[in-house]
């Protein structure tokens, strides 16, 4: 085990810096902010959309492209408000709060040792001499709206607060229509909507966010192999991607913290700048959501093996992680400053196949033929991979801002280049420069976007 396990935080970049990473280059703004902002709601911008969407896409390589044994779907956010009286959600997705009657403000009764009163000097609630907490109330945390024209007690109907239940009341359509026997998977990435109570941190905790979840069903007697088999492969997936391993731990729930479904659940867990938290979880579910769907829509959701003569109702085991905190775990891990040649420089130090841009195309000089000559270099490569053409201020300058954004090679077009049609190539890690010829470099950028590839940090 590394010596990381020992420490409490990561150290060696704060949130805040995060943040103005993120929007100093166009990654993540805070959402309405023309308006002041609000809480725990952001807006993606060109690089931020372009790195969640690489997340996306390795999370469906994993799950689809790798796989035989796992289909895609894309289920509906508003769903039969029934679905959430069978999954338990309408009665028991809440969170215990305490509101403040003196300076309003409303609290996780489970976290008030973390919260701070609304009153100066900020004291713990409770503390100060005004404080005024009420009981505990438990406060349904699913974001409740209207379909149709009446807004009356039929109409209520709630953003889904996971992805999970979409894949389960849809089991019997998979099943039909992919001719698959257990185990097989079903996989869905999407939005999700929670009223969160205690937010902050960035975009680790927010009220809408996008969750990247599989339901692996399995005959009875082999969730228990099953749900071992997932963490091990979801931490290969974390690693593979560039996090470093002793930034990474597997946290088994104890009895007393495991939601209602589940028999066993883990916490794949990332040591950000506050501290140890979850990335993402996998739980074995049982058989609990397909008996409860059965149960209140009356459908038989079970699986025939027609070999064996055998029905039964397949177990569950689940990873469920989300976009955005990867996303974030990936900009935390990959955040990196160095002193080169006595400059100081920032450097996202992110896996290629992350990375929003995988070449930046730089005329040296804004003379001379080499925009034009760049330009050109720039359309060969931008059909084959991510690419970006830039021309204005200097070049130092510019290769900065590459390496802000995480941008792994720069290709420089200079004066040999007009001579001899070859480019320098320019690692973003090493910071070692090579000459290839124009001709060969798209063959390059792909065969280094397949190679293995670890932090540099590590
Ligand atoms: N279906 C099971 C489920 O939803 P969860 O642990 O509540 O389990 C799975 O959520 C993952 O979704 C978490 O590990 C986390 O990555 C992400 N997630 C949950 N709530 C979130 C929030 N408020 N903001 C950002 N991500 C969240």
Same mark, same amino acid.
């Given at each position: 085990?590394?010596?990381?396990? +020992?420490?409490?935080?990561?150290?060696?970049?704060?949130?805040?810096?995060?943040?103005?990473?993120?929007?100093?280059? $166009?990654?993540?703004?805070?959402?309405?902010?023309?308006?002041?902002?609000?809480?725990?709601?952001?807006?993606?911008?060109?690089?931020?959309?372009?790195?969640?969407?690489?997340?996306?896409?390795?999370?469906?390589?994993?799950?689809?492209?790798?796989?035989?044994?796992? =289909?895609?779907?894309?289920?509906?956010?508003?769903?039969?408000?029934?679905?959430?009286?069978?999954?338990?959600?309408?009665?028991?997705?809440?969170?215990?709060?305490?509101?403040?009657?003196?300076?309003?403000?409303?609290?996780?009764?489970?976290?008030?040792?973390?919260?701070?009163?609304?009153?100066?000097?900020?004291?713990?609630?409770?503390?100060?001499? !005004?404080?005024?907490?009420?009981?505990?109330?438990?406060?349904?945390?699913?974001?409740?709206?209207?379909?149709?024209?009446?807004?009356?007690?039929?109409? =209520?109907?709630?953003?889904?607060?996971?992805?999970?239940?979409?894949?389960?009341?849809?089991?019997?359509?998979?099943?039909?229509?992919?001719?698959?026997?257990?185990?097989?998977?079903?996989?869905?990435?999407?939005? *999700?909507?929670?009223?969160?109570?205690?937010?902050?941190?960035?975009?680790?905790?927010?009220?809408?966010?996008?969750?990247?979840?599989?339901?692996?069903?399995?005959?009875?007697?082999?969730?228990?192999?099953?749900?071992?088999?997932?963490?091990? &492969?979801?931490?290969?997936?974390?690693?593979?991607?560039?996090?470093?391993?002793?930034?990474?731990?597997?946290?088994?729930?104890?009895? +007393?913290?495991?939601?209602?479904?589940?028999?066993?659940?883990?916490?794949?867990?990332?040591?950000?700048?506050? $501290?140890?938290?979850? &990335?993402?979880?996998?739980?074995?579910? $049982?058989?609990?959501?397909?008996?409860?769907?059965?149960?209140?829509?009356?459908?038989?959701?079970?699986?025939?093996?027609?070999?064996?003569?055998?029905?039964?109702?397949?177990?569950?085991?689940?990873?469920?992680?989300?976009? !955005?905190?990867?996303?974030?775990?990936?900009?935390?891990?990959?955040?990196?400053?160095?002193?080169?040649?006595?400059?100081?420089?920032?450097?996202?130090?992110?896996?290629?196949?992350?990375?929003?841009?995988?070449?930046?195309?730089?005329?040296?000089?804004?003379?001379?033929?080499?925009?034009?000559?760049?330009?050109?270099?720039?359309? *060969?490569?931008?059909?084959?991979?991510?690419?970006?053409? !830039?021309?204005?201020?200097?070049?130092?300058?510019?290769?900065?801002?590459?390496?802000?954004?995480?941008?792994?090679?720069?290709?420089?077009?200079?004066?040999?280049?007009?001579?001899? +049609?070859?480019?320098?190539?320019?690692?973003?890690?090493?910071?070692?420069?090579?000459?290839?010829?124009?001709?060969?470099?798209?063959?390059?950028?792909?065969?280094?976007?397949?190679?293995?590839?670890?932090?540099?940090?590590?």
């Amino acid at each position: 085990m590394s010596e990381t396990a +020992d420490r409490e935080r990561n150290e060696e970049v704060t949130m805040d810096e995060i943040v103005a990473l993120c929007k100093r280059r $166009g990654f993540i703004f805070p959402s309405s902010e023309i308006y002041g902002g609000l809480g725990s709601t952001y807006d993606y911008g060109h690089y931020g959309v372009l790195l969640k969407q690489n997340v996306k896409g390795e999370w469906w390589r994993a799950m689809l492209q790798e796989r035989d044994d796992i =289909v895609a779907l894309d289920s509906a956010i508003l769903q039969h408000p029934r679905v959430w009286e069978a999954s338990g959600h309408l009665a028991g997705f809440t969170d215990p709060l305490i509101d403040c009657k003196s300076c309003k403000l409303r609290f996780r009764a489970d976290h008030l040792e973390d919260a701070s009163c609304g009153h100066k000097p900020s004291k713990r609630p409770g503390e100060g001499p !005004d404080c005024e907490l009420t009981e505990a109330r438990r406060f349904n945390l699913m974001f409740e709206t209207h379909v149709g024209p009446v807004q009356d007690d039929a109409s =209520v109907a709630y953003l889904r607060p996971e992805t999970a239940q979409g894949i389960f009341i849809n089991f019997k359509n998979v099943l039909q229509f992919a001719r698959r026997k257990p185990p097989f998977g079903i996989a869905q990435i999407g939005k *999700s909507f929670r009223n969160e109570i205690t937010t902050g941190n960035f975009i680790f905790r927010t009220r809408e966010f996008e969750q990247m979840e599989m339901e692996y069903f399995v005959p009875p007697g082999e969730a228990a192999r099953f749900y071992e088999e997932w963490i091990g &492969l979801r931490l290969d997936w974390y690693t593979a991607l560039g996090l470093r391993p002793g930034f990474l731990r597997v946290r088994p729930h104890d009895a +007393d913290e495991l939601s209602h479904y589940s028999s066993g659940t883990s916490d794949i867990e990332y040591l950000f700048p506050i $501290g140890w938290s979850e &990335l993402e979880g996998i739980a074995n579910r $049982g058989d609990f959501d397909l008996r409860q769907h059965a149960e209140y829509s009356g459908e038989k959701l079970e699986y025939f093996d027609q070999q064996s003569g055998e029905r039964y109702v397949p177990h569950v085991v689940e990873p469920a992680a989300g976009a !955005d905190r990867a996303t974030l775990a990936f900009l935390v891990d990959a955040y990196d400053t160095e002193e080169v040649e006595g400059r100081q420089r920032t450097v996202l130090r992110l896996h290629p196949r992350l990375a929003p841009i995988k070449v930046a195309v730089l005329p040296l000089v804004s003379k001379e033929g080499m925009p034009e000559k760049a330009r050109e270099v720039f359309e *060969s490569l931008r059909h084959r991979v991510w690419a970006e053409y !830039d021309e204005g201020g200097s070049i130092g300058k510019r290769y900065r801002r590459q390496d802000e954004i995480g941008t792994p090679w720069g290709v420089t077009v200079d004066g040999q280049t007009m001579e001899d +049609d070859t480019v320098t190539l320019r690692d973003r890690d090493s910071l070692e420069q090579i000459r290839v010829p124009i001709a060969g470099l798209a063959e390059e950028l792909a065969e280094r976007l397949e190679r293995p590839w670890q932090s540099p940090k590590r």
